[in-house]
């Protein structure tokens, strides 16, 4: 049994860690990607039962194309990474806009790779993976409040949290931004209500396990 503790990273800066080594944007995502595997170990280790991480919003779509197209193969990644995820018996889930929903962008190979890998570590009793792609909080927000109105039940914060996204999601524990930058973009916004938060000036890829000591270090 891991603990309840959760954890949600905002994982910003893979631009400009690129930017600052003369390397292409592209080049700071891969990096990301690559560091999100390695803080998935670490996490593991210390013990936290449940990890969420911002990796694509509503909003970054008007990015231009090339990058878009690049870190949405980066998601093609990750949600192949399912023998890792299961030699370290982590559950992965998405949250975003759902696939059948008019809004929703995520393009079919994207879902067809966020499906498989749901459906190849469901049974994993671990910590539970969640990455946000084609995510937004305001958006998920309209959405449960139309849920609850459509089934005719009063809107209430219990009504509105049952008709979340992800309603197992638990309340953020503690909330980890990157890079320098100290603000909340859209992520997570009912679910982080009561999160302590931990701003870091690393940029994502350099984002490493002291740096998630010291963001535990507010709960622990
Ligand atoms: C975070 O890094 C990744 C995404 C938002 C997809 P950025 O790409 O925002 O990096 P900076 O903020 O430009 O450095
Ligand atoms: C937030 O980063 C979204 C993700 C990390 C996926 P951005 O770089 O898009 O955030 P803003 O727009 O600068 O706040
Ligand atoms: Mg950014």
New binding site residues.
């Given amino acids: 049994m891991t603990s309840g503790l959760h954890v949600a990273c ?4 893979n ?1 400009r860690w690129a930017e600052h080594r003369g390397l292409p944007r592209t080049a700071g995502h891969t990096e990301g990607e690559e560091n999100l595997a390695r803080i998935v170990r670490v996490a593991v280790r210390r013990d936290i039962g449940w990890l969420t991480v ?4 509503t ?2 779509w008007v990015r231009p194309r090339g990058e878009v197209r690049h870190i949405l193969g980066l998601h093609e990644r990750l949600f192949g990474r399912v023998r890792e995820l299961n030699e370290l018996n982590v559950r992965i889930q998405w949250i975003g806009r759902p696939f059948d929903s008019a809004e929703a962008r995520t393009p079919k190979y994207v879902q067809r790779a966020i499906r498989k890998a749901i459906h190849d570590t469901a049974t994993n009793t671990g910590m539970v993976l969640t990455v ?1 792609f084609d ?1 937004g909080g305001r958006a998920e927000l309209m959405s449960a409040v139309r849920a609850a109105r459509a089934s005719g039940e009063p809107v209430t914060p219990e009504t509105i949290g049952t008709h979340l996204y992800l309603p197992e999601l638990p309340p953020v524990d503690v909330l980890v931004r990157t ?1 320098g ?1 100290r ?1 909340v ?3 997570l916004l009912w679910q982080s209500a009561g999160a302590k938060i931990h701003f870091s000036e690393a940029p ?1 890829p350099d984002f490493d396990e002291r740096e998630l000591d010291a963001a535990l270090a507010l709960v622990r």
């Avoid at 905002?10 to 800066?13: A, E, F, S």
């Avoid at 911002?54 to 919003?57: A, E, L, Q, R, V």
């Fill in positions: 905002i994982m910003d800066g631009g911002f990796g694509f919003s909003e970054n946000a995510y890079s930058e603000r973009s859209n992520f994502w």
